[in-house]
């Protein structure tokens, strides 16, 4: 584990100006990593090593695309077409325009408390058009991708049913996290777990087998 701890942030309302009492699903993740967050490692001074103190958005509204392609429309084997369209919408930029000026002042903190640390890759001002030539050149996909077989009614573009089956397909049900209707603002473990106890019961219900208790 090289993340020491992980905080979860309403961008649009962050400390000291909080509502510690909202509901809201928070937007904006923060983790420190003892190691470089970017493809491309700056030079660092000899004898020192690197930290990140990582931005995320956790509740993306840009949607990306799968779509067959022409080889494989009629052979699995074959790759689908994978468009994921990361930061198509504009809502999204601005989580990393109130999220990284927040970062930056929580290191300069840090540094402040006595953290020998120093900035090694930051953008180089924070007017909205370098955070955002900085969000260009740094920002990478993270991983737990969901939501490409939402549940959803079959007009409005679902794949599968609140029992989890496809539609127009029989004794077929999806259960993991593509059948999520939108990003949950967190790690998705859990919330997979917990749909496919749901389908094992949607199962057994239809097989009308005796309930199986647990510990």
């Keep these: 584990m090289i993340s020491e701890y992980f ?4 961008s649009d ?3 000291p100006n909080h509502d510690k009492n909202s509901h809201a ?5 923060l983790f420190w990593t003892a ?4 493809s491309v490692v700056p030079p660092l ?5 690197g930290g990140s103190l990582m931005v995320q958005n956790t509740c993306p509204v840009s949607v990306g695309t799968i779509r067959l392609s022409r080889e494989g429309a009629n052979d699995v084997k074959v790759d689908p ?5 990361l930061l198509s919408d504009p809502s999204d930029w601005e989580v990393y ?3 990284i000026p927040f970062a930056i002042e929580l290191a300069k903190k840090m540094r402040e408390s006595g953290y020998e640390i120093e900035p090694a890759d930051v953008p180089a001002s924070l007017e909205t058009k370098d955070i955002d030539d900085f969000v260009r050149s740094h920002a990478w996909a993270s991983q737990h991708y969901t939501s ?13 049913d609140q029992q989890l089956r496809v539609y127009g397909v029989k004794n077929l049900r999806i259960a993991d996290a593509s059948v999520f209707p939108a990003q949950v603002a967190s790690r998705p473990q859990a919330t997979v777990v917990m749909i496919a106890e749901r389908c094992a019961d949607f199962i057994r219900q239809e097989w009308n087998a005796p309930e199986i208790k647990k510990a």
């Design 45 to 49: 001074p000899k004898g020192k090593g």
């Design 25 to 29: 699903l928070p937007d904006l993740e």
């Design 148 to 160: 490409s077989c939402r549940m959803k009614p079959l007009e409005e573009g679902g794949v599968v």
């Design 13 to 15: 309302n962050l400390p």
């Design 35 to 38: 190691a470089y967050g970017a």
């Design 97 to 99: 325009r109130r999220g």
């Design 81 to 85: 077409v994978v468009d994921p369209k």
């Design 7 to 10: 905080c979860f942030f309403h």
